[in-house]
């Protein structure tokens, strides 16, 4: 009885609501329970090692699922890079000397998982500045002699609409040409007329012919992937240094390679675009929409790229007064901006030599563009060529060297519809005075800053105007 009252005054007594609940475990639950809760899914993390162009390298622990696009952001945001949505992953067989850029959708630790324990293939981050423009500029990539509709399709279609037949999953436009094929188990090439149909790669055994009983099933792309030949000269003994081939994702070796090598850089080119939309479809149209999802007026294959983050936050702005005020009107901003060039010109005419006391800068002029990111020193013709390749044939793409010809010299390389010119820069000398051109002395300029800066503003005697340079990035 007495145990029953003690019970009651304790029922009687009014509780007292608890004001963290988050904080306690129910009365009702067990200690054990807990151990039968779902645990949080920690996502494996693996170490991967990405180089530059400078062959530094630097290691990041990454998650297994990791996107190539994600660990080119990581780069970006660990190095401090603007990011103009062009870095891009690329993957490099050294022993076979093949390359290719990696789909911002893929899986890094699927790339490296189909290599081989004794190769010492490296991914490498740079830019790729011909990674979607095709999207932007499909005329040059898909040539009229080299496409064909279906017979259904009557009307004359835009260049804008071929981009929308890749797209489809209904209709599919067709690619024919002259390729050359390495014979299997053979050193030698044959010249053979291919066919890019929906479903895969073939050669014609007769001429042109494109009757089914003359067709012949060269490659399909879902197991394989698509590499750029970068020595298939030296390597493989190809007719021409425009190669591409294909690569099982679970290969055995060489011997497995379906190799291939165009005439021109034009027809590898619409080869390899075609090939990806093929095999990636709408994937590709996503990974080039990402970056502008959610801004107003994008309209389908009709999107202008996004400005740097430095432009945006750039204001003109007078500070002359007793209160600064933001320069409206364009004409104005720019007559400042150039008196602020001069001036930031004449304040650098006096640098400061190695025990500190000052010296001119004419004695410095043919030293200044050294420390340019676009500047590469004593690099020759081939590696300047596959420097401005491995940034993408977009017309503008740039470097300055030294000539190898002329000690005194410099050359601009410059990437212009889909081919590589050169163009020398002479030095003259006038009074005492050392000038550099590129007119045979018509326009002159102090230095070649001073030269790059023009030429990024006018086209002058150059095919187009600077635009992109390439430049040896450290990790």
């Not at 992953?89 to 189909?114: K, P, Y």
């Not at 002479?426 to 023009?454: A, C, M, N, S, W």
């Given at each position: 009885?007495?145990?029953?009252?003690?019970?009651?005054?304790?029922?009687?007594?009014?509780?007292?609501?608890?004001?963290?609940?988050?904080?306690?475990?129910?009365?009702?639950?067990?200690?054990?329970?807990?151990?039968?809760?779902?645990?949080?899914?920690?996502?494996?993390?693996?170490?991967?090692?990405?180089?530059?162009?400078?062959?530094?390298s630097?290691?990041?622990?990454?998650?297994?699922?990791?996107?190539?696009?994600?660990v080119?952001?990581?780069?970006i945001?660990?190095?401090?890079?603007?990011?103009?949505?062009?870095?891009?992953?690329f993957?490099?067989?050294?022993?076979?000397?093949?390359?290719?850029?990696?789909?911002?959708?893929?899986?890094?630790?699927?790339?490296?998982?189909?290599?081989?324990?004794?190769?010492?293939?490296?991914?490498?981050?740079?830019?790729?500045?011909?990674?979607?423009?095709?999207?932007?500029?499909?005329?040059?990539?898909?040539?009229?002699?080299?496409?064909?509709?279906?017979?259904?399709?009557?009307?004359?279609?835009?260049?804008?609409?071929?981009?929308?037949?890749?797209?489809?999953?209904?209709?599919y436009?067709?690619i024919?040409?002259?390729?050359?094929?390495?014979?299997q188990?053979?050193?030698?090439?044959?010249k053979?007329?291919?066919?890019?149909?929906?479903?895969?790669?073939?050669?014609?055994t007769?001429?042109?012919?494109?009757?089914?009983?003359?067709?012949?099933?060269?490659?399909?792309?879902?197991?394989?992937?698509?590499?750029?030949?970068?020595?298939?000269?030296?390597?493989?003994?190809?007719?021409?240094?425009?190669?591409?081939?294909?690569?099982?994702?679970?290969?055995?070796?060489?011997?497995?390679?379906?190799?291939?090598?165009?005439?021109?850089?034009?027809?590898?080119?619409?080869?390899?675009?075609?090939?990806?939309?093929?095999?990636?479809?709408?994937?590709?149209?996503?990974?080039?929409?990402q970056?502008?999802?959610?801004?107003?007026?994008?309209?389908?294959?009709?999107?202008?790229?996004?400005?740097?983050?430095?432009?945006?936050?750039?204001?003109?702005?007078?500070?002359?007064?007793?209160?600064?005020?933001?320069?409206?009107?364009?004409?104005?901003?720019?007559?400042?901006?150039?008196?602020?060039?001069?001036?930031?010109?004449?304040?650098?005419?006096?640098?400061?030599?190695?025990?500190?006391?000052?010296?001119?800068?004419?004695?410095?002029?043919?030293?200044?563009?050294?420390?340019?990111?676009?500047?590469?020193?004593?690099?020759?013709?081939?590696?300047?060529?596959?420097?401005?390749?491995?940034?993408?044939?977009?017309?503008?793409?740039?470097?300055?060297?030294?000539?190898?010809?002329?000690?005194?010299?410099?050359?601009l390389?410059?990437s212009?519809?889909?081919?590589?010119?050169?163009?020398?820069?002479?030095?003259?000398?006038?009074?005492?005075?050392?000038?550099?051109?590129?007119?045979?002395?018509?326009?002159?300029?102090?230095?070649?800053?001073?030269?790059?800066?023009?030429?990024?503003l006018?086209?002058?005697?150059?095919p187009?105007?600077?635009?992109?340079?390439?430049?040896?990035?450290?990790?």
């Amino acid at each position: 009885n007495r145990r029953k009252k003690k019970d009651d005054n304790i029922l009687e007594i009014p509780s007292i609501p608890n004001p963290f609940p988050e904080l306690c475990c129910s009365p009702f639950a067990s200690v054990l329970s807990a151990s039968l809760l779902p645990k949080a899914t920690s996502r494996k993390k693996q170490v991967i090692k990405v180089y530059s162009e400078d062959d530094t390298s630097r290691a990041l622990e990454v998650p297994s699922d990791i996107t190539a696009r994600d660990v080119c952001q990581l780069l970006i945001l660990k190095n401090h890079y603007i990011d103009d949505h062009s870095w891009t992953l690329f993957e490099q067989l050294t022993h076979t000397g093949l390359g290719r850029a990696i789909e911002d959708h893929e899986l890094v630790m699927e790339v490296q998982s189909n290599w081989a324990m004794e190769e010492e293939n490296k991914l490498y981050f740079r830019k790729n500045y011909a990674k979607y423009e095709f999207f932007k500029n499909p005329l040059s990539f898909f040539p009229d002699h080299m496409i064909s509709f279906p017979s259904e399709t009557n009307a004359a279609v835009s260049h804008s609409g071929v981009l929308q037949m890749f797209l489809s999953s209904s209709t599919y436009p067709e690619i024919h040409g002259y390729l050359h094929a390495k014979e299997q188990g053979k050193k030698s090439w044959k010249k053979l007329y291919f066919l890019l149909r929906r479903s895969g790669l073939y050669f014609s055994t007769k001429g042109t012919s494109k009757e089914p009983r003359h067709l012949q099933f060269f490659c399909e792309f879902s197991n394989s992937d698509m590499y750029m030949s970068l020595t298939g000269k030296k390597i493989f003994g190809a007719p021409t240094n425009y190669g591409f081939c294909f690569k099982p994702n679970k290969s055995g070796g060489t011997r497995d390679l379906k190799l291939l090598c165009a005439d021109d850089e034009q027809s590898r080119t619409c080869w390899m675009t075609a090939i990806r939309l093929l095999k990636y479809g709408m994937q590709l149209y996503q990974n080039y929409m990402q970056p502008y999802q959610g801004r107003s007026g994008c309209s389908p294959l009709n999107v202008t790229p996004m400005r740097s983050i430095s432009e945006n936050s750039l204001v003109a702005m007078d500070f002359s007064g007793h209160r600064s005020r933001i320069i409206e009107n364009p004409t104005e901003a720019l007559s400042v901006a150039v008196e602020e060039g001069l001036a930031w010109r004449r304040r650098g005419c006096l640098r400061l030599n190695s025990h500190g006391s000052p010296i001119a800068m004419s004695n410095m002029g043919t030293s200044i563009h050294r420390s340019q990111s676009w500047f590469h020193h004593k690099i020759s013709r081939e590696e300047a060529q596959r420097l401005i390749l491995q940034h993408g044939l977009v017309d503008g793409v740039f470097l300055v060297r030294d000539s190898q010809s002329n000690p005194k010299t410099f050359v601009l390389s410059l990437s212009h519809g889909l081919k590589i010119k050169h163009f020398q820069i002479v030095p003259l000398e006038d009074d005492g005075k050392l000038f550099y051109t590129l007119d045979d002395g018509h326009t002159r300029f102090t230095d070649l800053i001073q030269l790059v800066e023009f030429y990024q503003l006018n086209k002058g005697v150059l095919p187009c105007k600077l635009k992109h340079y390439c430049a040896r990035i450290a990790l």
